[in-house]
Nanobody, 124 residues
Framework: QVLLVESGGGLVQAGGSLRLSCAAS????????MGWFRQASGKERDFVAT????????YYADSVKGRFTISRDNAKNTVYLQMNSLKPEDTAVYYC?????????????????WGQGTQVTVSS
């Protein structure tokens, strides 16, 4: 079993920044690709970013490329999502996810474990 706990969400003005964190426990962290997804009210949960187990590979959704950065600290069992130049359309609940594979995944089905989510609200 893997426990994921997100933190760092909140209310920010358009153009601002936030950093989300996801602390993981219960599995060898470096053997798990990690991902961030988001779900806006009334919409599907969409892929945002993923990082491979060792951290060398990253991949982003086109909507966040150049603004968001995913990273991980395997010594701290934590993955981060640095979000810059935030827009109102980034408003959503952001979820951290862990895969049983070390290879990064860009789809929901590639992840077996999910956090409870953290709300990000961007005001215009």
């Amino acid at each position: 079993q893997v426990l994921l706990v997100e933190s760092g969400g909140g209310l920010v003005q358009a153009g601002g920044s936030l950093r989300l964190s996801c602390a993981a426990s219960g599995r060898t962290f470096s053997s798990s690709a990690m991902g961030w997804f988001r779900q806006a009210s009334g919409k599907e949960r969409d892929f945002v970013a993923t990082i491979s187990g060792g951290g060398a590979g990253v991949y982003y959704a086109d909507s966040v490329k150049g603004r968001f950065t995913i990273s991980r600290d395997n010594a701290k069992n934590t993955v981060y999502l640095q979000m810059n130049s935030l827009k109102p359309e980034d408003t959503a609940v952001y979820y951290c996810a862990a895969s049983t594979s070390v290879v990064m995944r860009g789809i929901r089905g590639g992840y077996e474990y999910w956090g409870q989510g953290t709300q990000v609200t961007v005001s215009s």
